[in-house]
């Protein structure tokens, strides 16, 4: 006999408390029933029930066999309804939590994208530096920039964050080229104040080399997007992600400042709940997210 019918059966009679009651529950005989019950009695070499003509009782073995069948059986069910959500269309609204540069200048082109294939879902994306608390503040998806040490997330790794150095034309007529890090110290530095020591730079160059620089500069603010503004305006050397500076290099706007150097690379993170039964929407997102920012090989 079928293996999961007899412990969905046994289930029963145990939830149900007679094999009467359950045959009639279940559409089918009291002989029937009691056939479940023997073959899963024979197969374990154990009893599972203590039988009398009043009630019936479980043995130490139905007891932990009971247990046992309950979660496997749930188990089942949530694997079903996992696989028939996974096929069904996404829909529904999906709240995300990002840091602010990243979210506004690299993030928000891949999610219009994304919402032009999938036209049922909408997406509220919050920008916030602040370490999400995802479930405390009711998110579904965020992107973390740093190193993960909660466990109750899954975190998917996503390229590095990469911060590059760069200046306006202007300043560098005036002020020089550095040739190397160490003299940085002697330039203007525009610096993010929310780093937890935004007057030294950490530097990786060629080959591996790396240089931790003490830097100075008149200008520091807490959102990149204004010490941008400021390296425009000719006020110093910004350090900012290449996606935010990209147009204005290309454009020559700004132009590189130590090519070979760069902020060490942060690790960045997909981070979602421990979801047992993920929604097709949630699945979507992430699956999409991943094609566009996975790290190489993970």
């Known amino acids: ?92 609204r999906v709240r995300l939590v990002a840091p602010v540069s990243f979210g506004s200048q690299t993030l928000v082109p891949v999610l219009t994208d994304y919402l032009a294939r999938h036209p049922e879902v909408s997406v509220e994306l919050t920008l916030d530096n602040r370490v999400p608390d995802l479930i405390g503040e009711g998110y579904e998806l965020g992107i973390h920039i740093g190193d993960i040490d909660d466990t109750g997330l899954v975190a998917r790794p996503l390229q590095p964050y990469r911060r590059i150095l760069a200046a306006a034309p202007s300043y560098l007529a005036k002020h020089g080229r550095p040739d190397h890090p160490e003299q940085l110290n002697a330039h203007a530095c525009l610096g993010l104040l929310y780093w937890r020591r935004h007057d030294r730079w950490h530097l990786l160059g060629p080959g591996g080399e790396a240089c931790e620089v ?82 190489a090989g993970s």
């Not at 009467?20 to 479940?36: F, I, L, R």
């Not at 941008?228 to 110093?236: E, H, K, N, S």
């Open 1 to 92: 006999m079928d293996k999961l019918a007899g412990m969905a059966m046994f289930v029963r009679v145990v939830e149900i408390g007679s094999f009467s009651a359950t045959a009639e529950a279940s559409g089918v005989s009291p002989t029937m029933v009691a056939k479940h019950i023997r073959t899963i009695e024979q197969r374990l070499g154990a009893r599972l029930l203590h039988r009398t003509t009043r009630r019936q009782q479980l043995t130490e073995v139905g007891r932990l066999y009971y247990e046992r069948c309950k979660h496997a059986l749930a188990e089942v069910e949530l694997a079903e309804a996992s696989a028939s959500e996974l096929q069904a269309s996404p829909r529904g």
């Open 214 to 295: 003490l830097v100075k500069g008149r200008f520091t603010s807490n959102q990149g997007s204004a010490l941008r503004i400021a390296a425009l305006c000719g006020a110093g050397i910004v350090l900012q992600p290449e996606a935010s500076l990209a147009d204005d290099l290309a454009e020559g706007r700004l132009v590189p400042v130590l090519p070979g150097w760069s902020y060490k690379p942060t690790p960045m993170y997909l981070i979602y709940a421990q979801d047992r039964r993920p929604t097709a929407k949630l699945r979507s997102v992430i699956d999409f997210l991943l094609e566009h920012f996975s790290a």
